[in-house]
């Protein structure tokens, strides 16, 4: 079977699911409109991103790439950060329905993945690269959608970053507040070589926080 064809399956099995799941919950077309815009962004914005490996990701720092001929109806809740070698590594784009509950679409990308988060009042849906992935409670536990098990979760270590966990071991730390400095500083701190598996949830958490918090 030809690439063409598994990807229009894939296309189609996710477009099919998403109908599914926005027709079916409160405020669905709303959610579904703005995840539409959230990763049409994303999309546009991937060409222009390095390629980086799982060991380089907390070189991640919080300055912006400046954007070229913004407009006056741009939004500050999107754009590209860079690493702390000033290279565009992830874009992101929120956009949040009220900010009292924090509810909304929050988007990032690296050059090959899609991280889509649509977050509801008591828990956040995950998709990723148009798949659906899991749950984060709202005390923080990833949660897997076949047998309910928690993955890993986030907590709040100090009152300036969030520490992740995977199976109870501390594997990463964020910073609460993402904020641009004339130097750059990093905002992801990996505590050690990791299997790939591990990796994948703390990117899940990492960029979901990162989200949250980028100013």
Known sequence: MSILVLGLIAFLGYSVYSKGYFTFQPEG???QKNSGLVQDYLLSQQPYLVDFGDDELEL???NKQREKNRSFFSQPTEGILLSIYHEPFIAFKSIFHTN???TGVIGVATQKEQYV???KKDHVD???NKKPFGTIK???QLISPNDKEA???YTLKNDTSYLIRVKNSPEAEVKLNIE???LPQRILDLYGPSTPEINDLVKILSFYLIGLGVK
């Open 29 to 31: 077309k709303r959610y």
């Open 60 to 62: 991640l720092s919080g």
């Open 100 to 102: 009292e509950l924090k």
């Open 117 to 119: 988060y649509i977050l």
């Open 126 to 128: 995950i998709f990723v």
């Open 138 to 140: 709202g005390d923080g």
């Open 151 to 153: 993955l890993a979760s």
């Open 180 to 182: 641009s400095n004339s």
